[in-house]
């Protein structure tokens, strides 16, 4: 018998807005075909990291809210240097993938999204999230960037190749799946 595997994600589970579980699984299938695991959202962070420590053989993908250098301080804080194998991080969040592919952003919002992002790196933004809201505050096609909804839809339209390529623990988690 095939043990399941399973991946805690930080998110909401609400779907009234858009269902990011949904989101995740369509950008993670694109690279792991076969191997898929059963996504779990936590409502959370601290949900997620509870679920994850409560589960033998899980993987944990959630936002580190920081850049690169607070890894090992978050690992400790949320008590997961026992699994830091099996825990991966989107740095800073969800929206680093996002401002990443700003052709994605000019499709979704059908405006040049790309041509007002500071030419700086994807992970070098502190809160990408705020900063796709100032950016899409008077869209006419979509209206301000909001998390769960748009954050849903924009899951399914990244190239899963390009993060692979561009993001290590994306990749790291694609390669503990195979």
């Known amino acids: 018998m095939v043990?399941?595997?399973?991946?805690?994600?930080?998110?909401?589970?609400?779907?009234?807005?858009?269902?990011?579980?949904?989101g995740f699984s369509k950008l993670i299938e694109q690279k792991a075909k076969l191997k898929m695991p059963t996504i779990s959202m936590g409502d959370g962070k601290s949900q997620?990291?509870?679920?994850?420590?409560?589960?033998?053989?899980?993987?944990?993908?959630c936002d580190l809210?920081?850049?690169?250098?607070?890894?090992?301080?978050d690992l400790e804080k949320y008590n997961l240097i026992e699994k830091k194998d099996s825990v991966f991080y989107m740095i800073q969040e969800m929206e680093s993938w996002f401002i990443s592919q700003p052709d994605i952003l000019d499709k979704f919002y059908g405006e040049p999204i790309s041509t007002?992002?500071?030419?700086?790196?994807?992970?070098?933004?502190?809160?990408?999230?705020?900063?796709?809201?100032r950016l899409t505050k008077s869209n006419k096609k979509r209206g301000q960037y909001h998390k769960v909804n748009?954050?849903?839809?924009?899951?399914?339209?990244?190239?899963?190749?390009?993060?692979y390529n561009e993001f290590s623990?994306?990749?790291k988690l694609i390669d503990s799946l195979k």
């Open 150 to 163: 748009h954050g849903t839809l924009l899951l399914k339209m990244l190239d899963a190749n390009k993060l």
């Open 48 to 61: 997620a990291v509870d679920k994850f420590l409560n589960s033998d053989g899980a993987k944990l993908l």
């Open 116 to 133: 007002k992002l500071a030419k700086k790196q994807a992970t070098l933004f502190s809160e990408p999230d705020k900063e796709l809201q």
């Open 65 to 73: 809210d920081a850049d690169e250098g607070h890894r090992e301080n």
């Open 169 to 171: 623990d994306f990749k």
């Open 3 to 22: 043990k399941r595997k399973y991946l805690f994600i930080e998110g909401t589970k609400d779907t009234s807005n858009g269902n990011l579980r949904e």
